[in-house]
């Protein structure tokens, strides 16, 4: 298990981020993921538009996860409709 920080931005319609986030949160669940911290960051405006999206609903995360599992999460998160942006950072030093 490595640790890592997570941030994901989510559509800033709060019913689209909720389910962004139940999806997220179901994926790391399912990966036997331990969340060390989850902090909502909330609604910022974007440095530059985003699949059409001037504002974004921000989450950060630390986690403690085998280093497969972000490959899968790298794949799977591409395709769910209400993240706009992610990135996984190794916290290791």
Known sequence: MRNYEFTVIFDSNEEVTAKGLESVL???A??????VKQDDM???NLAYPIKKHDKGHYYYFELKADPST???FN????????ILKFLFVNNEK
């Open 42 to 44: 909330g609604v910022r």
């Open 75 to 82: 794949a799977s998160f591409k395709l769910m409709v209400p």
């Open 30 to 35: 399912n990966a036997n993921v331990e969340i």
């Open 70 to 72: 972000i490959n899968a």
């Open 26 to 28: 179901a994926e790391f």
